[in-house]
């Protein structure tokens, strides 16, 4: 666990990921994520559109919300996850539910041979972690996990037309399972990166500190990454993942295929 404090004009490190989804960021994010899993779900396994038994690999998983819930329907499905802890957990409940997943520990700038599958999903606001030449070679490692014509889905609310167009609060609280996330937002405009200080507290007087960065893309860019990693056929939908991307929308869902 590395979640120290640090002074807010250092700015948060390239690779802020590394240890970041542990302790209380963990469970802060695995009560939040929990509130949205099923709608989530449902709106993955629409846009996939396959037959049970079709492979699907989820990356990152964190702890396997969506990924357990393809795996329950019936997919065939490969999570791929930084935090070990994580994969564990993951391990455990699909064992626990005798359901086919597989889960294992890997990074998105050098995603894990895990062979190709049918669909691959990115979820969870999990897009623009990284530096631009990483953001590039994960696009890229996606695109070597699909066979040849597999289904992308990619999901993201820091793409500009959504962050952008609404308030960046200074300063927001929320709280899910009991832990209280104050967050500290400041937008680099030079970097077009969205640099967040986390407070984390659980009422135990346990108090911990993490930070985060967010790469921010307008969407015609993210569209021009897909098709640079040799993505076809890009749609670029809204929250509900029916309606055309629009601004101001709060999410982007970007469905493509593997050319
Ligand atoms: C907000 S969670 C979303 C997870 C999941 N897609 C969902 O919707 O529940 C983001 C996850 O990305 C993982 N992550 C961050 N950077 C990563 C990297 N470079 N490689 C693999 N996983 C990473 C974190 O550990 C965390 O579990």
Redesign the pocket.
Known sequence: MNHTDHSADVRVPD?W??G???GLV?RF?RAA?ATM?DR?AEIVATLLDLPAGASVI??????????LRLAAAGYAVTG????KA?VEHARAVAAGAGLDATFVT????A?PDVGRADAL??????FG??RHA?TVR?LAGMHGLLRPGGRLVL?SMTVAESLLTGEIAERSETEFGGIVTRRTNRYNAAESRLETDYELSDGSGAVEHARAAHHVYTAAEVARLLAGAGFTDVCLLGEDGRTPYALGASRLIAVARAG
């Open positions: 690779d990921f590394v970041f989804h542990t963990a994010w994520g899993a989530d989820d990356v990152p998983c964190a702890d396997g919300r969506i990924a791929i996850e930084i935090a994580e890997g990074d998105l700038r995603l999903v990115s979820w969870g606001n999990s972690y990284l990483d994960s999901e």
